[in-house]
Protein backbone atom coordinates (compact mmCIF):
# COMPACT_ATOMS: atom_id res chain seq x y z
CA UNK A 1 0.00 0.00 0.00
CA UNK A 2 1.04 3.75 -0.88
CA UNK A 3 2.28 5.09 2.10
CA UNK A 4 -0.72 6.28 4.32
CA UNK A 5 0.34 10.24 4.97
CA UNK A 6 -0.34 11.14 8.35
CA UNK A 7 -1.80 14.17 9.15
CA UNK A 8 -1.72 15.82 12.73
CA UNK A 9 -4.68 15.22 14.67
CA UNK A 10 -6.27 17.99 16.31
CA UNK A 11 -8.12 18.22 19.72
CA UNK A 12 -10.26 21.15 19.79
CA UNK A 13 -10.36 21.79 23.51
CA UNK A 14 -11.44 25.86 22.69
CA UNK A 15 -15.25 25.41 22.12
CA UNK A 16 -15.54 27.22 18.43
CA UNK A 17 -12.55 26.33 16.75
CA UNK A 18 -14.81 25.67 13.90
CA UNK A 19 -18.08 25.99 15.35
CA UNK A 20 -18.25 29.38 15.80
CA UNK A 21 -17.28 30.90 12.29
CA UNK A 22 -17.23 34.65 13.38
CA UNK A 23 -17.86 35.98 9.91
CA UNK A 24 -21.21 34.94 9.00
CA UNK A 25 -24.64 36.02 7.62
CA UNK A 26 -28.10 34.38 6.64
CA UNK A 27 -26.85 32.12 3.85
CA UNK A 28 -23.98 30.37 5.81
CA UNK A 29 -26.52 30.57 8.85
CA UNK A 30 -29.39 28.62 7.50
CA UNK A 31 -26.98 26.25 6.10
CA UNK A 32 -25.82 24.88 8.84
CA UNK A 33 -29.63 24.86 10.33
CA UNK A 34 -29.99 22.61 7.52
CA UNK A 35 -27.19 20.58 8.92
CA UNK A 36 -28.76 20.31 12.30
CA UNK A 37 -32.24 19.61 10.39
CA UNK A 38 -30.46 16.95 8.77
CA UNK A 39 -28.98 15.62 11.86
CA UNK A 40 -31.70 15.66 14.13
CA UNK A 41 -34.20 13.91 11.60
CA UNK A 42 -31.48 10.89 11.17
CA UNK A 43 -31.39 11.49 7.32
CA UNK A 44 -29.58 9.25 5.40
CA UNK A 45 -26.33 10.03 3.62
CA UNK A 46 -28.07 10.00 0.57
CA UNK A 47 -31.29 12.13 1.66
CA UNK A 48 -28.81 14.14 2.72
CA UNK A 49 -27.26 15.04 -0.15
CA UNK A 50 -30.39 15.51 -1.98
CA UNK A 51 -31.93 17.68 0.26
CA UNK A 52 -28.57 19.70 0.84
CA UNK A 53 -28.64 20.14 -3.43
CA UNK A 54 -32.59 21.41 -3.17
CA UNK A 55 -32.05 23.87 -0.13
CA UNK A 56 -28.70 25.18 -1.84
CA UNK A 57 -30.24 25.47 -5.07
CA UNK A 58 -33.08 27.55 -3.72
CA UNK A 59 -30.93 29.81 -1.93
CA UNK A 60 -28.70 30.46 -5.13
CA UNK A 61 -31.92 31.34 -7.31
CA UNK A 62 -33.57 33.36 -4.71
CA UNK A 63 -30.25 35.49 -4.07
CA UNK A 64 -29.08 35.51 -7.99
CA UNK A 65 -33.00 36.31 -8.66
CA UNK A 66 -32.68 39.71 -7.26
CA UNK A 67 -28.70 40.71 -8.18
CA UNK A 68 -29.01 38.72 -11.51
CA UNK A 69 -25.20 37.99 -11.86
CA UNK A 70 -24.88 34.65 -12.88
CA UNK A 71 -27.32 32.07 -14.80
CA UNK A 72 -29.63 30.30 -12.55
CA UNK A 73 -29.89 26.49 -11.44
CA UNK A 74 -33.78 26.40 -11.89
CA UNK A 75 -35.81 29.59 -11.52
CA UNK A 76 -35.28 32.44 -13.71
CA UNK A 77 -34.16 35.95 -11.79
CA UNK A 78 -38.28 37.85 -11.96
CA UNK A 79 -38.03 39.19 -8.16
CA UNK A 80 -39.94 42.24 -7.48
CA UNK A 81 -37.64 45.87 -7.27
CA UNK A 82 -36.32 46.13 -3.95
CA UNK A 83 -36.57 42.74 -2.42
CA UNK A 84 -34.15 42.07 0.19
CA UNK A 85 -31.50 39.89 -0.46
CA UNK A 86 -31.28 38.47 3.02
CA UNK A 87 -34.64 37.68 3.64
CA UNK A 88 -35.26 35.84 0.41
CA UNK A 89 -32.36 33.69 1.15
CA UNK A 90 -33.83 32.77 4.50
CA UNK A 91 -37.69 32.43 3.25
CA UNK A 92 -35.85 30.15 0.58
CA UNK A 93 -33.94 27.86 2.89
CA UNK A 94 -37.04 27.54 5.27
CA UNK A 95 -39.38 27.20 2.62
CA UNK A 96 -37.77 24.06 1.47
CA UNK A 97 -36.37 22.49 4.99
CA UNK A 98 -39.83 23.28 6.15
CA UNK A 99 -41.28 21.12 3.42
CA UNK A 100 -38.78 18.43 3.58
CA UNK A 101 -39.20 18.40 7.38
CA UNK A 102 -42.40 19.19 8.46
CA UNK A 103 -42.01 17.69 11.70
CA UNK A 104 -39.45 20.34 12.79
CA UNK A 105 -41.86 23.10 11.88
CA UNK A 106 -41.16 24.67 15.37
CA UNK A 107 -37.51 24.48 15.65
CA UNK A 108 -37.59 26.03 11.71
CA UNK A 109 -39.93 28.48 12.86
CA UNK A 110 -38.03 30.29 15.91
CA UNK A 111 -35.01 30.16 13.70
CA UNK A 112 -36.41 31.86 10.77
CA UNK A 113 -38.15 34.41 13.49
CA UNK A 114 -34.70 34.80 14.59
CA UNK A 115 -33.20 35.84 11.32
CA UNK A 116 -36.16 38.33 10.42
CA UNK A 117 -35.97 40.41 13.33
CA UNK A 118 -32.32 39.92 12.86
CA UNK A 119 -32.61 41.09 9.55
CA UNK A 120 -35.28 44.16 10.78
CA UNK A 121 -33.27 45.37 13.14
CA UNK A 122 -30.76 46.44 10.47
CA UNK A 123 -27.84 43.94 11.99
CA UNK A 124 -25.13 43.25 10.13
CA UNK A 125 -24.53 46.49 7.87
CA UNK A 126 -21.35 44.54 6.29
CA UNK A 127 -24.27 42.09 4.61
CA UNK A 128 -26.83 44.84 4.14
CA UNK A 129 -24.49 46.38 1.45
CA UNK A 130 -25.64 43.71 -0.76
CA UNK A 131 -29.27 44.87 -0.76
CA UNK A 132 -30.44 47.38 -2.68
CA UNK A 133 -32.43 49.04 0.20
CA UNK A 134 -30.61 49.25 2.59
CA UNK A 135 -32.41 50.31 5.52
CA UNK A 136 -34.39 46.58 5.31
CA UNK A 137 -37.58 48.48 5.52
CA UNK A 138 -40.96 46.33 5.87
CA UNK A 139 -41.99 46.40 2.02
CA UNK A 140 -38.17 45.62 1.16
CA UNK A 141 -38.30 42.32 3.75
CA UNK A 142 -42.18 41.59 2.45
CA UNK A 143 -40.75 41.56 -0.87
CA UNK A 144 -38.09 39.47 -0.36
CA UNK A 145 -40.27 36.79 1.62
CA UNK A 146 -42.46 36.72 -1.34
CA UNK A 147 -39.81 36.11 -4.09
CA UNK A 148 -37.91 33.48 -1.60
CA UNK A 149 -40.89 31.49 -1.00
CA UNK A 150 -41.88 31.77 -4.81
CA UNK A 151 -38.18 30.57 -5.62
CA UNK A 152 -38.39 27.69 -2.70
CA UNK A 153 -41.83 26.64 -4.46
CA UNK A 154 -40.58 26.31 -8.07
CA UNK A 155 -37.29 24.14 -6.88
CA UNK A 156 -39.66 22.19 -5.00
CA UNK A 157 -41.79 21.34 -7.50
CA UNK A 158 -38.97 20.97 -10.42
CA UNK A 159 -37.21 17.88 -7.75
CA UNK A 160 -40.97 16.41 -6.48
CA UNK A 161 -40.22 13.40 -9.33
CA UNK A 162 -36.50 13.48 -9.64
CA UNK A 163 -36.40 9.50 -9.25
CA UNK A 164 -33.61 9.34 -5.42
CA UNK A 165 -36.08 7.36 -4.13
CA UNK A 166 -37.68 5.60 -6.86
CA UNK A 167 -38.40 2.14 -5.62
CA UNK A 168 -37.25 -1.31 -7.22
CA UNK A 169 -37.53 -4.64 -6.52
CA UNK A 170 -34.90 -6.02 -3.96
CA UNK A 171 -31.17 -6.44 -5.82
CA UNK A 172 -29.41 -9.19 -4.04
CA UNK A 173 -26.73 -9.29 -6.97
CA UNK A 174 -25.56 -13.31 -7.69
CA UNK A 175 -23.19 -15.57 -6.65
CA UNK A 176 -20.87 -15.82 -9.08
CA UNK A 177 -17.04 -14.64 -8.35
CA UNK A 178 -17.11 -11.27 -8.55
CA UNK A 179 -20.40 -10.43 -8.02
CA UNK A 180 -22.35 -8.31 -5.42
CA UNK A 181 -24.43 -10.16 -2.98
CA UNK A 182 -25.89 -9.18 0.40
CA UNK A 183 -22.75 -8.89 3.11
CA UNK A 184 -23.21 -9.50 6.98
CA UNK A 185 -24.69 -8.50 9.18
CA UNK A 186 -28.37 -7.45 8.11
CA UNK A 187 -28.12 -9.26 4.67
CA UNK A 188 -29.72 -6.18 3.26
CA UNK A 189 -30.68 -6.23 -0.25
CA UNK A 190 -28.58 -3.77 -3.29
CA UNK A 191 -29.84 0.10 -1.88
CA UNK A 192 -31.65 2.30 -4.13
CA UNK A 193 -30.50 0.13 -7.11
CA UNK A 194 -32.22 3.12 -9.45
CA UNK A 195 -30.75 6.16 -8.02
CA UNK A 196 -28.47 5.73 -11.10
CA UNK A 197 -31.42 6.83 -13.47
CA UNK A 198 -32.53 9.75 -11.51
CA UNK A 199 -32.43 12.88 -12.80
CA UNK A 200 -29.19 15.10 -12.28
CA UNK A 201 -29.17 18.72 -11.07
CA UNK A 202 -26.71 19.90 -13.91
CA UNK A 203 -25.41 17.02 -15.20
CA UNK A 204 -26.96 14.93 -18.30
CA UNK A 205 -27.44 11.65 -16.53
CA UNK A 206 -25.31 9.34 -14.83
CA UNK A 207 -24.27 8.14 -17.80
CA UNK A 208 -22.71 10.86 -19.01
CA UNK A 209 -19.18 10.10 -17.68
CA UNK A 210 -17.81 6.90 -18.85
CA UNK A 211 -16.57 4.31 -15.60
CA UNK A 212 -13.41 2.07 -16.77
CA UNK A 213 -15.03 -0.54 -14.05
CA UNK A 214 -12.90 -2.97 -11.85
CA UNK A 215 -9.87 -5.14 -12.59
CA UNK A 216 -10.90 -8.58 -13.86
CA UNK A 217 -10.59 -10.80 -10.72
CA UNK A 218 -7.61 -12.67 -12.53
CA UNK A 219 -5.60 -9.60 -12.98
CA UNK A 220 -2.61 -8.06 -11.03
CA UNK A 221 -4.27 -5.14 -10.48
CA UNK A 222 -7.17 -7.06 -8.92
CA UNK A 223 -4.54 -8.91 -6.76
CA UNK A 224 -3.10 -6.02 -5.39
CA UNK A 225 -5.94 -4.22 -4.71
CA UNK A 226 -6.76 -7.51 -2.87
CA UNK A 227 -3.94 -7.84 -0.71
CA UNK A 228 -3.91 -4.60 0.15
CA UNK A 229 -7.67 -4.49 1.88
CA UNK A 230 -7.32 -7.37 3.55
CA UNK A 231 -3.58 -6.81 5.02
CA UNK A 232 -4.93 -3.23 6.51
CA UNK A 233 -8.59 -3.52 6.37
CA UNK A 234 -9.74 -6.31 8.90
CA UNK A 235 -11.43 -5.10 12.23
CA UNK A 236 -8.25 -6.43 14.09
CA UNK A 237 -5.35 -5.41 11.67
CA UNK A 238 -1.90 -5.16 13.22
CA UNK A 239 -0.53 -3.37 10.35
CA UNK A 240 -2.66 -0.40 11.04
CA UNK A 241 -1.51 2.56 13.13
CA UNK A 242 -4.11 4.13 15.55
CA UNK A 243 -4.03 7.32 13.55
CA UNK A 244 -5.35 5.46 10.63
CA UNK A 245 -7.89 3.51 12.70
CA UNK A 246 -8.97 7.19 13.85
CA UNK A 247 -9.11 8.60 10.34
CA UNK A 248 -11.06 5.57 8.56
CA UNK A 249 -13.83 5.66 11.70
CA UNK A 250 -13.93 9.98 10.88
CA UNK A 251 -15.14 9.87 7.48
CA UNK A 252 -17.69 7.66 8.40
CA UNK A 253 -18.91 9.66 10.91
CA UNK A 254 -20.92 12.58 10.28
CA UNK A 255 -24.37 12.85 11.27
CA UNK A 256 -25.85 15.06 8.32
CA UNK A 257 -23.82 13.30 5.17
CA UNK A 258 -21.09 14.24 3.22
CA UNK A 259 -22.71 17.53 3.07
CA UNK A 260 -21.37 18.26 6.57
CA UNK A 261 -17.83 17.90 6.01
CA UNK A 262 -17.64 20.21 2.87
CA UNK A 263 -19.91 22.78 3.54
CA UNK A 264 -18.35 23.47 6.44
CA UNK A 265 -15.01 23.96 4.76
CA UNK A 266 -16.75 25.68 2.02
CA UNK A 267 -18.00 28.03 4.69
CA UNK A 268 -14.77 28.01 6.49
CA UNK A 269 -12.62 29.72 3.98
CA UNK A 270 -15.30 31.43 3.15
CA UNK A 271 -15.24 33.36 6.59
CA UNK A 272 -11.22 33.82 5.90
CA UNK A 273 -11.73 35.72 2.68
CA UNK A 274 -14.63 37.50 4.04
CA UNK A 275 -16.76 36.74 0.99
CA UNK A 276 -20.23 38.15 0.45
CA UNK A 277 -23.75 36.67 0.94
CA UNK A 278 -23.96 36.26 -2.88
CA UNK A 279 -20.55 34.41 -3.09
CA UNK A 280 -21.96 32.10 -0.51
CA UNK A 281 -24.79 31.30 -1.81
CA UNK A 282 -23.17 30.67 -5.12
CA UNK A 283 -20.31 28.25 -3.55
CA UNK A 284 -22.77 26.05 -1.40
CA UNK A 285 -25.13 25.71 -4.29
CA UNK A 286 -22.12 24.54 -6.44
CA UNK A 287 -20.64 22.34 -3.86
CA UNK A 288 -24.20 20.75 -3.00
CA UNK A 289 -25.30 20.11 -6.77
CA UNK A 290 -21.62 18.73 -7.05
CA UNK A 291 -22.27 15.77 -4.33
CA UNK A 292 -25.68 15.24 -5.57
CA UNK A 293 -24.98 15.00 -9.10
CA UNK A 294 -21.50 12.71 -7.77
CA UNK A 295 -24.12 10.37 -6.00
CA UNK A 296 -26.11 9.69 -9.42
CA UNK A 297 -23.21 8.80 -11.53
CA UNK A 298 -21.59 6.57 -8.77
CA UNK A 299 -24.95 4.51 -8.15
CA UNK A 300 -24.80 4.33 -11.99
CA UNK A 301 -21.82 2.79 -12.16
CA UNK A 302 -22.18 0.74 -9.04
CA UNK A 303 -25.19 -0.99 -10.42
CA UNK A 304 -23.75 -1.31 -13.99
CA UNK A 305 -20.87 -3.30 -12.22
CA UNK A 306 -22.39 -4.97 -9.56
CA UNK A 307 -18.81 -6.03 -7.88
CA UNK A 308 -18.49 -7.83 -4.73
CA UNK A 309 -17.25 -5.94 -1.41
CA UNK A 310 -14.06 -6.61 0.00
CA UNK A 311 -15.75 -8.92 2.51
CA UNK A 312 -17.29 -11.22 0.13
CA UNK A 313 -14.14 -11.30 -1.43
CA UNK A 314 -12.18 -12.46 0.68
CA UNK A 315 -14.15 -14.67 1.88
CA UNK A 316 -14.32 -16.69 -1.00
CA UNK A 317 -10.74 -15.81 -2.47
CA UNK A 318 -10.55 -19.57 -3.40
CA UNK A 319 -13.06 -19.02 -6.24
CA UNK A 320 -11.70 -16.05 -8.00
CA UNK A 321 -9.49 -18.08 -10.26
CA UNK A 322 -6.28 -15.43 -8.93
CA UNK A 323 -3.47 -17.47 -7.82
CA UNK A 324 -1.97 -14.22 -5.86
CA UNK A 325 -4.74 -14.07 -3.27
CA UNK A 326 -6.12 -16.23 -0.84
CA UNK A 327 -9.04 -16.77 1.19
CA UNK A 328 -10.00 -15.78 4.56
CA UNK A 329 -13.54 -17.36 5.95
CA UNK A 330 -13.54 -15.25 9.35
CA UNK A 331 -12.39 -12.02 7.82
CA UNK A 332 -14.10 -9.44 8.61
CA UNK A 333 -13.63 -5.48 7.98
CA UNK A 334 -13.17 -2.94 10.38
CA UNK A 335 -16.66 -0.66 9.63
CA UNK A 336 -19.80 -2.62 8.44
CA UNK A 337 -20.03 -2.81 4.90
CA UNK A 338 -22.62 -1.02 3.29
CA UNK A 339 -25.47 -2.70 1.40
CA UNK A 340 -24.82 -1.84 -1.93
CA UNK A 341 -21.43 -2.81 -4.67
CA UNK A 342 -17.95 -1.97 -4.38
CA UNK A 343 -17.42 -0.12 -7.63
CA UNK A 344 -17.13 3.11 -7.45
CA UNK A 345 -16.86 4.32 -3.87
CA UNK A 346 -19.73 6.56 -3.42
CA UNK A 347 -17.91 9.02 -0.88
CA UNK A 348 -14.76 9.16 -2.79
CA UNK A 349 -17.33 10.09 -6.12
CA UNK A 350 -18.77 12.75 -3.95
CA UNK A 351 -16.19 14.19 -2.06
CA UNK A 352 -13.58 14.73 -5.01
CA UNK A 353 -16.81 16.27 -6.97
CA UNK A 354 -17.22 18.82 -3.63
CA UNK A 355 -13.17 19.25 -3.66
CA UNK A 356 -13.24 20.45 -6.85
CA UNK A 357 -15.65 22.85 -6.73
CA UNK A 358 -13.62 23.72 -3.73
CA UNK A 359 -10.66 23.96 -5.33
CA UNK A 360 -11.93 26.10 -8.22
CA UNK A 361 -12.90 28.71 -5.69
CA UNK A 362 -10.30 29.10 -3.48
CA UNK A 363 -7.52 27.54 -4.78
CA UNK A 364 -6.17 23.63 -4.84
CA UNK A 365 -3.09 24.56 -2.71
CA UNK A 366 -5.22 25.93 0.31
CA UNK A 367 -5.20 24.22 3.79
CA UNK A 368 -7.97 23.40 5.65
CA UNK A 369 -9.43 21.76 8.53
CA UNK A 370 -12.51 19.20 8.27
CA UNK A 371 -14.69 18.58 11.48
CA UNK A 372 -17.30 16.03 12.00
CA UNK A 373 -20.72 16.36 14.53
CA UNK A 374 -20.21 12.79 14.58
CA UNK A 375 -16.99 12.98 16.19
CA UNK A 376 -16.49 15.81 18.47
CA UNK A 377 -13.50 17.44 19.13
CA UNK A 378 -11.45 15.73 16.13
CA UNK A 379 -10.26 17.12 13.52
CA UNK A 380 -8.29 16.21 10.18
CA UNK A 381 -5.74 19.07 8.64
CA UNK A 382 -4.56 19.27 5.45
CA UNK A 383 -1.84 21.52 3.88
CA UNK A 384 -4.14 21.60 0.23
CA UNK A 385 -7.21 19.67 -1.81
CA UNK A 386 -4.70 16.36 -2.81
CA UNK A 387 -3.54 15.80 0.54
CA UNK A 388 -7.13 15.52 1.72
CA UNK A 389 -8.35 13.55 -1.42
CA UNK A 390 -5.04 11.13 -1.10
CA UNK A 391 -6.19 10.48 2.93
CA UNK A 392 -10.20 9.70 1.62
CA UNK A 393 -8.85 7.17 -0.45
CA UNK A 394 -6.68 5.25 1.95
CA UNK A 395 -9.56 5.52 4.86
CA UNK A 396 -11.72 3.08 3.26
CA UNK A 397 -9.31 0.81 2.28
CA UNK A 398 -8.33 1.09 5.90
CA UNK A 399 -12.23 0.66 6.79
CA UNK A 400 -11.80 -2.85 4.93
CA UNK A 401 -15.14 -1.63 2.58
CA UNK A 402 -13.37 -0.89 -0.56
CA UNK A 403 -10.43 -1.72 -3.06
CA UNK A 404 -7.92 0.90 -3.91
CA UNK A 405 -9.66 0.61 -7.70
CA UNK A 406 -12.70 1.90 -6.44
CA UNK A 407 -11.35 4.82 -4.68
CA UNK A 408 -8.99 5.70 -7.31
CA UNK A 409 -11.63 5.69 -10.21
CA UNK A 410 -14.13 7.41 -8.07
CA UNK A 411 -11.56 10.64 -7.50
CA UNK A 412 -11.58 10.65 -11.54
CA UNK A 413 -15.32 10.39 -11.56
CA UNK A 414 -16.02 13.20 -9.19
CA UNK A 415 -13.77 15.69 -10.34
CA UNK A 416 -14.77 15.42 -13.65
CA UNK A 417 -18.20 16.33 -12.64
CA UNK A 418 -17.18 19.17 -10.07
CA UNK A 419 -15.40 20.42 -13.30
CA UNK A 420 -18.28 19.80 -15.71
CA UNK A 421 -20.37 22.10 -13.15
CA UNK A 422 -17.97 24.83 -12.96
CA UNK A 423 -17.80 24.99 -16.33
CA UNK A 424 -21.57 24.71 -17.52
CA UNK A 425 -23.33 26.23 -14.78
CA UNK A 426 -23.32 29.34 -12.44
CA UNK A 427 -21.62 31.23 -15.30
CA UNK A 428 -21.65 35.22 -15.28
CA UNK A 429 -24.37 36.78 -17.35
CA UNK A 430 -21.82 39.50 -18.03
CA UNK A 431 -20.07 36.87 -20.04
CA UNK A 432 -22.56 35.07 -21.35
CA UNK A 433 -23.90 38.33 -23.29
CA UNK A 434 -20.32 38.83 -24.48
CA UNK A 435 -19.90 35.09 -25.50
CA UNK A 436 -23.55 35.62 -27.05
CA UNK A 437 -22.36 39.06 -29.19
CA UNK A 438 -19.01 37.70 -29.64
CA UNK A 439 -21.01 34.43 -31.66
CA UNK A 440 -23.53 37.49 -33.19
CA UNK A 441 -20.29 39.10 -34.70
CA UNK A 442 -19.07 35.63 -36.11
CA UNK A 443 -22.54 34.80 -37.42
CA UNK A 444 -22.91 38.30 -39.14
CA UNK A 445 -19.17 38.19 -40.38
CA UNK A 446 -20.11 35.01 -42.16
CA UNK A 447 -23.35 36.38 -43.20
CA UNK A 448 -21.26 38.79 -44.96
CA UNK A 449 -19.04 36.92 -46.60
CA UNK A 450 -21.97 34.49 -47.86
CA UNK A 451 -23.01 37.26 -49.54
CA UNK A 452 -20.20 38.66 -51.04
CA UNK A 453 -19.41 34.98 -52.34
CA UNK A 454 -22.84 34.58 -53.53
CA UNK A 455 -22.56 38.23 -55.37
CA UNK A 456 -19.07 37.01 -56.71
CA UNK A 457 -20.21 33.84 -58.29
CA UNK A 458 -23.27 35.75 -60.13
CA UNK A 459 -21.18 38.18 -61.43
CA UNK A 460 -18.79 35.73 -62.93
CA UNK A 461 -21.95 33.24 -64.23
CA UNK A 462 -23.22 37.31 -66.20
CA UNK A 463 -19.94 37.63 -67.44
CA UNK A 464 -19.73 33.79 -68.56
CA UNK A 465 -23.42 34.38 -70.23
CA UNK A 466 -22.57 37.56 -72.10
CA UNK A 467 -19.24 35.83 -73.44
CA UNK A 468 -21.20 32.88 -74.86
CA UNK A 469 -23.72 35.04 -76.29
CA UNK A 470 -21.42 36.98 -77.73
CA UNK A 471 -19.50 33.86 -78.87
Same mark, same amino acid.
Given at each position: ??????????????????????????????????????????????????? =? %??????????? *??? *??????????????? =??????????? #?? %????????????????? !?? #????????????? *?? +?????????? !????????????????????????????? %???????????????????????????????????????????????????????????????????????????????????????????????????????????????? *?????????????? #???? #????????????????????????????????????????????????????????????????? =????????????????????????????????????? =?????????? %?????????????????????????????????????????? +???????? +????????????
Amino acid at each position: MKKVIKFCLLLVLAAGNLTAIAYADEVTDWNQIMLDTLRKAGASPITSIRV =G %AIVQSAVYDAV *NGI *NGTFTPIHVAPAAPR =GASLRTAAVQA #AY %ATLVQLFPTQQSDLDAS !RA #ASLAAISSGGDDE *NE +KEDDDENQDS !RSIARGIEWGQTVADGILAWRSADGFADT %APPFLGGSAPGQWRPTPPAFASGLLPLLGNATPFVIRSGAQFPQAGPPPLTSDQYATDFNEVKLLGSATSPSRTSDQTVLALFWQSSLSGPDYFWDRVAVSLGAQRRTSLSQ *NARTLAMVNIALAD #AVIA #AWYGKYKFAFWRPLTAIQNADDDGNAATSSDANWTPLLVTPPYPDYPSGLLSVSSAALAVIAHQF =GERTSFTVDSNGMPGVVRFFPDVPAALDELVNARILA =GIHFRTADVD %AVKLGTSIGNYIIANSFQSVHKEKEDKKDENDKKGKKDKKDK +KDKKDKKD +KKDKKDKKDKKD
